[in-house]
């Protein structure tokens, strides 16, 4: 059996029965006026701080995108140039998505430059976990006159300007240069039966590391970010 309904202008929607004897049953919802056989997908993002996000009505996956925050660049100096500070971690839904700040550079003639941060999809969220990008090593230059410039910060899945790691403190004249933070680690993942409401954290930049003797402060890392789309078909 087929149920047409006429409109006024001329065109007709017609419901046919199921192919089977088996019984279905739609339920529509308590609402006057148009339903949405369509929603467009809802985006929200933070870039810092923590709290709850609240799953949208009738959603029915998430998509996450997150990176934790970047390290700190490295100070230069003759002597005493401090080490860069950790970025901080990024989760979402507390263990079940985590991405982990990268550290800081260090000073040195020839110093590694900070690690990327480690990440981390456990079930039942499935996707890929991305360790950060690792800071660039300090070199020193020859001579009393010599010129070493800054090493470069590790980039993370969205580049060095979101969770990337700072920039070390470059030389002017003899001494130890910084070495470039360590990025945070990233994360692409795919939530297929969301709960009603998740925890976030958004991992803080790592500070700068001081200047020493004659040098130069290195530079702040980028703080972390997550980005979060609600699905509904």
Request: hydrophobic share 30%; with cysteine; charged share 0%.
């Given at each position: 059996?087929?149920?047409?309904?006429?409109?006024?202008?001329?065109?007709?929607?017609?419901?046919?029965?199921?192919?089977?004897?088996?019984?279905?049953?739609?339920?529509?919802?308590?609402?006057?006026?148009?339903?949405?056989?369509?929603?467009?997908?809802?985006?929200?993002?933070?870039?810092?701080?923590?709290?709850?996000?609240?799953?949208?009505?009738?959603?029915?996956?998430?998509?996450?995108?997150?990176?934790?925050?970047?390290?700190?660049?490295?100070?230069?100096?003759?002597?005493?140039?401090?080490?860069?500070?950790?970025?901080?971690?990024?989760?979402?839904?507390?263990?079940?998505?985590?991405?982990?700040?990268?550290?800081?550079?260090?000073n040195?003639?020839?110093?590694?430059?900070?690690?990327?941060?480690?990440?981390?999809?456990?079930s039942?969220?499935?996707?890929?976990?991305?360790?950060?990008?690792?800071?660039?090593?300090?070199?020193?230059g020859?001579?009393?006159?010599?010129?070493?410039s800054?090493?470069?910060?590790?980039?993370?899945?969205?580049?060095?300007?979101?969770?990337?790691?700072?920039?070390?403190?470059?030389?002017?004249?003899?001494?130890?240069?910084?070495?470039?933070?360590?990025?945070?680690?990233?994360?692409k993942?795919?939530?297929?039966?969301?709960?009603?409401?998740?925890?976030?954290?958004?991992?803080?930049?790592?500070?700068?590391?001081?200047?020493?003797?004659?040098?130069?402060?290195?530079?702040?890392?980028?703080?972390?970010?997550?980005?979060?789309?609600?699905?509904?078909?």
């Amino acid at each position: 059996m087929s149920i047409v309904l006429q409109s006024s202008g001329g065109g007709s929607v017609t419901i046919n029965e199921p192919s089977t004897a088996s019984n279905f049953t739609q339920t529509l919802p308590a609402v006057t006026g148009e339903i949405a056989l369509y929603a467009a997908p809802q985006t929200t993002y933070y870039t810092s701080g923590s709290g709850t996000y609240t799953v949208p009505s009738n959603a029915k996956y998430l998509y996450v995108e997150m990176v934790g925050g970047g390290g700190g660049g490295g100070g230069s100096g003759v002597s005493s140039g401090g080490t860069g500070g950790t970025g901080g971690s990024s989760t979402f839904g507390s263990s079940l998505l985590t991405c982990v700040g990268g550290t800081g550079g260090a000073n040195g003639a020839i110093a590694a430059g900070g690690a990327g941060g480690t990440a981390t999809v456990s079930s039942p969220a499935v996707g890929a976990a991305f360790t950060g990008g690792l800071g660039g090593p300090s070199t020193s230059g020859s001579g009393s006159a010599a010129y070493v410039s800054s090493s470069s910060g590790g980039s993370g899945i969205f580049g060095g300007g979101v969770g990337g790691g700072g920039i070390g403190g470059y030389t002017l004249a003899s001494g130890a240069p910084g070495s470039g933070g360590g990025s945070g680690g990233g994360i692409k993942a795919f939530i297929t039966s969301p709960s009603s409401t998740y925890s976030y954290a958004v991992g803080a930049a790592g500070a700068a590391g001081s200047a020493g003797t004659s040098g130069v402060a290195g530079s702040v890392g980028t703080a972390g970010a997550i980005f979060i789309t609600a699905y509904f078909g």
